[in-house]
Structures are given as C-alpha cells and as structure tokens.
C-alpha cells in the first residue's frame, strides 16, 4: 500500500492532499494569493490531523514540478524535499501541466484535446496540449496568445481550455466553436494522485538533494537584474 501526501503551489492557489493507492483519502486548499509561505506547513498539519495519519506512515511526498509561479514552486519544492528527506521516503515530482489534464481527461472525456494554461505574468501563458490518453501533442511551452494562436488546430478538433490563464485569452478563443472552457477549474493536489501512485510503483524518485522544479523561464527580477548591469556598464 502506497500513502502519498501530495503538494500543489504552482500558482496562487495553496493545495495538499493525501492518496493511497491513487485515491484521494483528503484534502486541504486556499486561493489566497501569496499564502503559501504561511499556510502550505499548516494545511499539512490539520489535513493528516484530520484524517488521523501521522506522517511517518507516509510512502512518499509528491510535489508539482512547474511550470508556474517561481516563488510558489520554489516554497512547495522545498517542504517537499524538507519532509522526504526528514522521513526518509521518495520525492516524486509531477509534471504540473500533465495532472491539470488528468483532471480534464476524467470530467470531459468527450472533448478530444486538452489545453492547461498557467498565467505566466505580462502577456504570456505557459501551456501544453495533451490528447485522452494524456500523451503530449505540444511540449511545454511560454507563449502571447494572439488571435491567430490555435487557429489551425480548432479547425480540426475540439480544445478544452483550463487554468487560470485562460482569462488572458478566452475573447479569443471563444470566437471558435470548437473551443470549449472548464470555467471552475481549481488547481488541486489530488489530481497528481494517480500519476504519482503510477511512479511510484515504477520506483521513479528524484534525487532530493539535486532536484529543482520546472521553472521554464528565468525569474523575472533575474531578467532586470541582468538588464541593469548590462546598463551600468555601458
């Protein structure tokens, strides 16, 4: 029997829960922007409390991988890694775009293709495009959205759109009849459950001292920093 406790803070939302065998047994989450620091520790607590499991019967500790926000994934990463390596079980990480879609695959199984979008701040979004079978049809990319963006693609086939990026671009996409939206979807730390149980029983772990999430882009204030200094020199 494999018990995971699940970590999700690639975005604003502050999510945990806890799987055994890939069924969520509970869950705990917060959509308070900037919460993470200061909730994600506690909302472990009370869920393993409320759910009357101590954490040294846990298996492993699954974290979302990214991409999302820096700050987010950085925090999540480093209590998953802090309780993997206090407990002495697994880290598995799990790509974020991926068990978005695992989600979407399970609740609109009538709609072909799939397409999480993440807020990448500015203009951009981070997003892939996954099939039924969750076997990615476009990596993990940043990109504008602009009125041409899925064009050709939306002509083929159906394309559900989800995640909080969706916002930057629904006026677009929606001028598409095939274009369809999960307007409710939350990011929660059940939907890994499935794909991590799956790694763990292939015994996929990552090293807890090397691992880094998946930022796909530099920080931005690394962007300026850089920028700055090139100015200074002249």
């Not at 699940?6 to 945990?16: F, K, L, M, P, W």
């Not at 050709?152 to 006026?171: I, N, P, T």
């Not at 090293?207 to 690394?222: G, Q, S």
Request: aromatic share 10%; with cysteine; charged share 20%.
């Amino acid at each position: 029997m494999a018990t995971i406790l699940h970590i999700e803070t690639a975005t604003d939302v502050c999510s945990v829960a806890i799987s055994t065998d890939g069924t969520v047994e509970g869950a705990k989450t917060g959509e308070e922007p900037r919460m993470h620091s200061t909730h994600l520790t506690l909302f472990i607590q009370k869920l393993m409390q409320e759910i009357d499991m101590k954490p040294a019967t846990l298996s492993a500790v699954s974290v979302s991988q990214g991409p999302g926000s820096y700050t987010g994934l950085r925090i999540g990463t480093s209590v998953a890694k802090g309780l993997a390596f206090s407990l002495n079980i697994p880290l598995i990480s799990v790509p974020t775009l991926l068990a978005f879609s695992a989600a979407a695959a399970t609740r609109y199984p009538e709609v072909p293709l799939l397409c999480p979008m993440i807020d990448a701040r500015r203009m951009e979004i981070y997003y892939a495009i996954f099939d039924q079978a969750l076997n990615p049809l476009q990596k993990t990319a940043a990109e504008i959205i602009d009125q041409h963006s899925f064009e050709k693609l939306l002509v083929e086939k159906q394309v559900l759109f989800f995640g909080d990026g969706m916002m930057k671009c629904r006026d677009i996409l929606e001028k598409h009849g095939s274009a369809k939206f999960w307007d409710d979807f939350s990011p929660q730390a059940g939907y890994q459950a499935g794909l991590a149980y799956q790694k763990f029983r292939r015994q996929e772990f990552e090293n807890i001292a090397d691992f880094e999430p998946f930022y796909l882009k530099d920080f931005v204030a690394n962007n300026f920093s850089k920028k700055w200094q090139k100015v200074l020199r002249g």
